[in-house]
C-alpha cells in the first residue's frame, strides 16, 4: 500500500540562486566591498557594497545598502539603494527605499511609491 520512494537521510539538492529565467550566474558583491574600476559580466551582478565605476552584465540589483556611481549598461536593472550616473537597460525597476540620480535610456520602467529620482528618461532609439 506505501512505498518508500527516498532516504529521509538524504539531505536535498541545493541549487545556486540565479536571476529569474536565467540560467547565468549571480555574482554578489559584499556589503563589506568597495571597488573603483571596470565590472563586466554575463550573469546578474548583485551590488550590496560600493562600486565607484562602470557596469557591464545581463541584470543588476543593487540592494538596500548598495551603492552604485557611474555607467550601468544592463539587460535589467533593479535599484533599492543609490545609484549616480547614467543607465542604459531593457527594463528598469525602483523599488520604494531607492534614491537614484540618473539619466536612464530604458524601453520598460516601474517605480514604486517612495522611490526618489532625479534625472531624465529616455526612450531607446529604434
Known amino acids: 500500500m506505501f512505498s518508500k520512494t527516498s ?12 536571476a529569474p529565467g536565467s540560467n547565468s550566474a ?3 558583491l559584499g556589503a563589506d566591498l568597495k571597488i573603483t574600476g571596470e565590472i563586466s559580466s ?9 562600486i565607484d565605476g562602470n557596469i557591464t552584465a545581463n541584470g543588476l540589483m543593487i540592494g538596500q545598502e548598495g551603492r552604485v556611481k557611474g555607467s550601468v549598461n544592463a539587460h535589467t536593472v533593479e535599484v533599492k539603494g543609490r545609484f549616480d550616473g547614467k543607465v542604459a537597460c531593457e527594463s528598469f525597476t525602483l523599488r ?11 524601453a520598460a ?9 532625479e534625472g531624465r528618461f529616455l526612450k531607446p532609439k529604434a
Open 7 to 18: 532516504d529521509p537521510t538524504s539531505a536535498p539538492p541545493v541549487s545556486r540562486p540565479t
Open 26 to 28: 549571480r555574482s554578489v
Open 42 to 50: 554575463t550573469g546578474w551582478v548583485e551590488v550590496l557594497g560600493e
Open 96 to 106: 520604494a527605499s531607492s534614491q537614484v540620480k540618473a539619466d536612464v535610456t530604458t
Open 109 to 117: 520602467l516601474v517605480i514604486e511609491s517612495g522611490a526618489q529620482i
